[in-house]
Nanobody
Framework: QVQLVESGGGLVQPGGSLRLSCAAS????????MAWFRQAPGKQREFVAA????????YYSDSVKGRFTISRDNAKNTVYLQMNSLKPEDTAVYYC????????????????WGQGTQVTVSS
């Protein structure tokens, strides 16, 4: 069973930056595709970014492309989400997820989830 714990959320002004981290345990991290999803109040959970086992395949939603960067450190069993040029519409609970699929951008493809970390973008 894979356990995921997110950290790094908080309150930031528009145009600011935050770096989220997700620490994994209980599985073979280097064989998992890792992803970030987010859920704003009253909205469905949506895909943000994903990175394959080796980091050779990376996917972003159109809404964050060019502003967010996903990366991973297999030696530390950790995946990161660097978020720059943040906008109020980025406000959401951000979830880390893991799967054995090589390429996965759909929520239904991810069996393992963290508890989420709140990101609020506001002046």
């Amino acid at each position: 069973q894979v356990q995921l714990v997110e950290s790094g959320g908080g309150l930031v002004q528009p145009g600011g930056s935050l770096r989220l981290s997700c620490a994994a345990s209980g599985g073979t991290f280097s064989s998992l595709t890792m992803a970030w999803f987010r859920q704003a109040p009253g909205k469905q959970r949506e895909f943000v970014a994903a990175i394959s086992w080796t980091g050779s395949r990376i996917y972003y939603s159109d809404s964050v492309k060019g502003r967010f960067t996903i990366s991973r450190d297999n030696a530390k069993n950790t995946v990161y989400l660097q978020m720059n040029s943040l906008k109020p519409e980025d406000t959401a609970v951000y979830y880390c997820a893991a799967t054995g699929y090589v390429s996965a951008t759909s929520r239904s493809q991810y069996p393992y989830w963290g508890q989420g970390t709140q990101v609020t973008v506001s002046s």
